[in-house]
């Protein structure tokens, strides 16, 4: 009997942490400001959990928002190490390359693609960074990509700027 009242003990103090870490980000996601009260509240979530992947992608967030690419970099590489998420990846992408890390930059948006090939924003933007190189089989790359993107029915659904971007950068690289 003992046992199971420490059982229950035990369930009651976890589901009391993430009720507390969430109720932080809930109030952090609203305030949605880059305030240091919001930091607080995200690093206050962190601290009741530190598995709380979401938290660290925020607070990457704001540091992006504020052009403090090491220290978003910092926080998306902490949220991939609890979760693979394709958005994590995204912005720890573009991170690396405002840092000018193209080939940081590269091997994130691969891991994105390996997890959900048919991002197409993803893949055009793996394809931009290849075309800035003078490498004929990264440009071959980036032609290959853009190709399969413009193939696909799914592309129907983008927007047609998204699409105009695509059919630019695919002719830009010689593409027919």
Known sequence: MKKLIFKL??????ININANDKDMINKAISLNNNSKEEIALYLKAIETNPK??????NLGCIYF???????????FQKSLSIKKDPDYYYNLALSFYYLKDDVEAIKALKELLKIKPKDYEA???LSYIYSLTDNINAKNQARFILKSIL???????????FIEKVKKLYKDLGGE
Request: proline fraction near 0%; glycine fraction near 2%; charged fraction near 25%.
């Open 65 to 75: 928002d504020n052009k403090d690419y090491k220290n978003a970099i910092i926080y």
């Open 123 to 125: 893949g055009y933007f």
């Open 52 to 57: 709380n992947d979401i938290a660290y992608y």
């Open 151 to 161: 193939t696909s029915r799914e592309i129907q659904l983008y927007e047609v700027d």
């Open 9 to 14: 003990f035990l369930v009651s103090i976890i």
